[in-house]
């Protein structure tokens, strides 16, 4: 394994600790506040995440130079962790950049609606599985 790839995995691990710590710290500092009805915390997080995300993005071409391991372990490792919403909203947003409507609407429609899909149907397959094999 080369030093580089070993350095990126390092980081990634690392970085996501720290990015899975930042996502249990929102989540406890929203419920510290008491707001249900609504699931705030996945919100939040997404919310926050999305912004971040997109800082350091912009940061990173129009700002500062990162190192290839800097990049991956910010948005891999830390963002990968304390939320994947931002990076389905940085894919979504740079197709409708491009002006892929066609492309920008399958895609954030699909990962919708699939996604919702695929809960139930594990939801579903849990249970299969649970009355029947229990």
């Known amino acids: 394994m080369s030093s580089s790839l070993f350095l990126k995995i390092a980081a990634v691990g690392l970085f996501g ?15 510290h506040f008491g ?9 939040t997080v997404n919310m ?4 971040l995300f997109g800082l ?9 130079e ?18 994947t919403f ?3 909203a940085l894919d979504g947003s740079a197709l409708l950049r491009e002006g892929q409507w066609a492309l920008a609407t399958l895609y954030i429609g699909g990962q919708n609606v ?9 939801l579903f397959l849990g249970r299969y599985i649970g009355l029947n094999h229990g």
């Open 56 to 64: 350091f993005v912009s940061l990173a071409e129009h700002r500062f």
């Open 114 to 122: 699939i996604g919702i899909s695929a809960i139930f149907f594990g």
């Open 66 to 83: 990162f190192t290839e391991v800097t990049k991956v372990a910010i948005l891999v490792g830390f963002m990968g962790s304390f939320t």
């Open 48 to 51: 926050l995440g999305c912004l």
């Open 86 to 88: 931002s990076t389905f």
């Open 17 to 31: 600790a720290f990015g899975a710590l930042a996502r249990f710290g929102v989540y406890g500092l929203v419920r």
């Open 35 to 43: 707001w249900t009805g609504f699931p705030w915390a996945t919100f």
